[in-house]
């Protein structure tokens, strides 16, 4: 079945396959990390020091399984390319693999999802109004384009005036004859 399988649809199943991986690494770190913390002795209703960084980090792949799944979502609805987000499968197989040894480098979950060519929250959104595949990042409005580019054009206009004007400056002190040494005297 997958040789017939139109090649489109055989990369998105592809990346679907990626991402499901990536969400079920993530939750077996996750169940792994609550068995930690219930294994760790508790102190009369204080919390043990490790405690924290397993539930910060409980809580950050929470947020990576949930924009991962929207990705899936996105996928499906074949409002984004697999190519698309091809862009940050190796920061997340990294993410997956290193969380716990460099725990600070991966603070923001967020992070990684910027590397993605459109942004998730808008295109989940479009996505939930029914709107189809949005292009790259999301689009100006036309009003605030020709505001750009009315603002572009007369920083252009001015940085050509101070051209211009430098131009004709230099092409007009070098075209000034020299004052001879009888000028510069006075005429002695």
Not at 34 to 45: F, V
Not at 71 to 78: A, G, I, M, P
Request: proline share 4%; hydrophobic share 35%; aromatic share 4%.
């Amino acid at each position: 079945a997958a040789a017939r399988m139109d090649p489109k649809e055989r990369a998105r199943q592809g990346v679907r396959d990626w991402i499901n991986e990536a969400i079920e690494a993530l939750n077996m770190q996750v169940e792994q990390f609550e068995a930690e913390i219930e294994a760790l002795p508790s102190k009369r209703g204080r919390k043990h020091a490790a405690v924290a960084g397993f539930e910060e980090s409980i809580e950050r792949h929470h947020a990576h399984v949930l924009r991962l799944e929207q990705l899936v979502r996105l996928v499906d609805n074949e409002s984004v390319e697999p190519a698309d987000v091809d862009d940050i499968r190796e920061l997340v197989e990294d993410y997956v693999e290193r969380n716990q040894l460099d725990f600070d480098e991966f603070a923001d979950p967020d992070d990684i999802y910027m590397a993605l060519p459109f942004d998730i929250n808008e295109m989940m959104e479009a996505t939930s109004k029914g709107e189809t595949r949005l292009e790259e990042k999301p689009k100006v409005s036309e009003k605030e384009e020709k505001k750009k580019k009315k603002k572009d054009k007369k920083s252009r206009g001015a940085v050509e005036d101070d051209l211009t004007l430098l131009v004709t400056s230099a092409t007009s002190q070098s075209k000034r004859p020299e004052p001879s040494a009888s000028t510069a005297l006075g005429g002695l």
